[in-house]
C-alpha cells in the first residue's frame, strides 16, 4: 500500500486545516489507519487512528476534543480534520496503514507516506 498524505500548510493559533491521506497499490478498507506527528527534535508522537470499517478511534491525549479522523473507503482516502490548532501542533504529520487490530504505537504500522508539514502561528 502506498500512502500520500497532503493538505499541510501555515495556519494562525485557532484555526483549521483538513489533511488527506490518499491510498493506492492495495485494499485500503482492510487497514486501520493512522496518523502520527513529529516536531523537529522529538521523537513520533501518536496522533489518531482508525479501524478498517471506521466503527472505532483512538486518539493522542493532546489532540481529544479537536481533532477527527474519518475515512472513505469507497474513495481510498482517510482525512485528519484539525480545529482548535495551537503552535504546539506544529509538525510533520504523517498518515500511516497496517492490517489488524488498532494501535497507537508506530511500530506496529506497515506502511507510510511522506509527511504533511503542518504549522501553526501564535
Known amino acids: 500500500v502506498q500512502l500520500q498524505a497532503s493538505g499541510g500548510g501555515l495556519v494562525q493559533a485557532g484555526g483549521s486545516l483538513r489533511l488527506s491521506c490518499a491510498a493506492s497499490?492495495?485494499?485500503?478498507?482492510?487497514?486501520?489507519m493512522g496518523w502520527f506527528r513529529q516536531a523537529p527534535g522529538k521523537g513520533r508522537e501518536f496522533v489518531t487512528a482508525?479501524?478498517?470499517?471506521?466503527?472505532?478511534?483512538i486518539y493522542g491525549d493532546s489532540v481529544k476534543g479537536r481533532f477527527t479522523i474519518s475515512r472513505d473507503n469507497a474513495k481510498n482516502t482517510g482525512y485528519l480534520q484539525m480545529n482548535s490548532l495551537k503552535p504546539e501542533d506544529t509538525a510533520v504529520y504523517y498518515c500511516?496503514?497496517?492490517?489488524?487490530?488498532?494501535?497507537?504505537?508506530?511500530?506496529?504500522?506497515?506502511?507510510w507516506g511522506q509527511g504533511t508539514q503542518v504549522t501553526v502561528s501564535s
Open positions: 500511516a496503514a497496517r492490517r489488524g487490530l488498532l494501535t497507537n504505537i508506530p511500530e506496529n504500522y506497515d506502511y
Open positions: 497499490g492495495g485494499t485500503f478498507s482492510s487497514h486501520v
Open positions: 482508525i479501524s478498517r470499517s471506521y466503527g472505532s478511534t
